[in-house]
């Protein structure tokens, strides 16, 4: 999991930050990391709520499912902040220089 983390983090700095040479930002490849996160949660949900009511995870309760719901709410918060500390980035280099 590090290492999908690394590996994931430079690669959306090398190739996708790499289309547009002229825009920089320190954040993008934490921010996809996040992004891409909070999306395999999503399908963890998903897939465990379709299992679920199918009756092939007979062990999974209530709390199971409040409690991945509670991971998802918690990695949206640290994406929405991410976020918002790009933008400050973003927003920060565009004042003039003296």
Same mark, same amino acid.
Do not use: C
């Given at each position: 999991?590090?290492? /999908?983390?690394f590996s @994931? =983090?430079i /690669?959306?700095f090398?190739? *996708?930050?790499?289309?547009? #040479?002229?825009?920089?930002?320190d954040?993008f490849?934490?921010? @996809?990391?996040?992004?891409?996160? %909070? &999306?395999g %949660? &999503?399908?963890?949900?998903?897939?465990?709520?379709? /299992? $679920?009511g199918r009756? +092939?995870? #007979?062990?999974v309760? =209530? $709390?199971?499912i409040?409690?991945l719901?509670? @991971?998802g709410? &918690?990695f949206?918060v640290?994406f &929405?902040? %991410?976020? !918002?500390a790009?933008?400050m /980035? *973003?927003w920060?280099a565009? !004042? #003039? +220089?003296?």
């Open positions: 999991m590090v290492v /999908l983390s @994931l =983090t /690669l959306a090398d190739w *996708i930050s790499g289309l547009e #040479p002229e825009w920089y930002s954040m490849g934490v921010y @996809l990391f996040a992004g891409s996160l %909070i &999306a %949660i &999503a399908a963890m949900v998903l897939g465990v709520l379709s /299992l $679920k009756g +092939r995870l #007979p062990e309760q =209530t $709390k199971h409040y409690n719901g509670s @991971l709410l &918690a949206t640290f &929405a902040y %991410i976020g !918002f790009q933008y /980035l *973003i920060y565009t !004042f #003039p +220089r003296k």
